[in-house]
T-cell receptor, first 114, second 111 residues
């Protein structure tokens, strides 16, 4: 148990719809990173939030956006869903900006786009 | 970017030892992580290496050679519950906010 929680656990959407995924970080952690993991692949970095600001972004289109709140919980929003967006979405929490700390993962949200 | 390579699958017998290799190419190396991931679950942190050498944690050990761009995870006294995917991840000082993962090695432990 890492203390990182995510909701919902599973979600089914259709192409073109929008989705919001939520993450609560471990107590004492102020940084949240989001990853997308396709079946049989390693997680791919989407972006990171530190103290409510985006601290880095991976190679994902602008329709992937996020927020971090004052309590350091975070949301990942995906607009105009495509079939290839079907994946496990993981959030990871850590403390401190950037690379100083280990990232601890939540259980993930499994998204299926039909 | 980073290139991270690890074998796709390995099979071993309960009680045996398995070594999972990971090779990487990155600019500004700033740490290597190993995570364990059971099917359908989140990755769980196993080990972290930033200096050359061996880190031991119970049945699991991880080794790093920065000059060779090489790491391995050693699993000793294998148990059935060790059947999982093992992910090698590298951090670069050029973009130290993210981890770059390999595709994972699926280890199957047989009785």
């Amino acid at each position: 148990e890492t203390g990182v929680t995510q909701s919902p656990t599973h979600l089914i959407k259709t192409r073109g719809q929008q989705v919001t995924l939520r993450c609560s970080s471990q107590s004492g952690h102020n940084t949240v990173s989001w990853y997308q993991q396709a079946l049989g692949q390693g997680p791919q970095f989407i972006f990171q939030y530190y103290r409510e600001e985006e601290n880095g972004r991976g190679n994902f289109p602008p329709r992937f956006s996020g927020l971090q709140f004052p309590n350091y919980s975070s949301e990942l929003n995906v607009n105009a869903l495509e079939l290839d967006d079907s994946a496990l979405y993981l959030c990871a929490s850590s403390s401190g900006r950037g690379g100083g700390e280990t990232q601890y993962f939540g259980p993930g949200t499994r998204l299926l786009v039909l | 970017g980073q290139n991270i390579d690890q074998p796709t699958e390995m099979t071993a017998t309960e009680g045996a030892i398995v070594q999972i290799n990971c090779t990487y190419q990155t600019s500004g190396f700033n740490g290597l992580f190993w995570y364990q991931q059971h099917a359908g679950e989140a990755p769980t942190f196993l080990s972290y290496n930033v200096l050359d050498g061996l880190e031991e944690k119970g049945r699991f050990s991880s080794f790093l050679s920065r000059s060779k761009g090489y790491s391995y995870l050693l699993l000793k006294e294998l148990q059935m519950k060790d059947s999982a995917s093992y992910l090698c991840a590298v951090r670069s000082s050029l973009n130290d906010y993210k981890l770059s993962f390999g595709a994972g090695t699926t280890v199957t432990v047989r009785a």
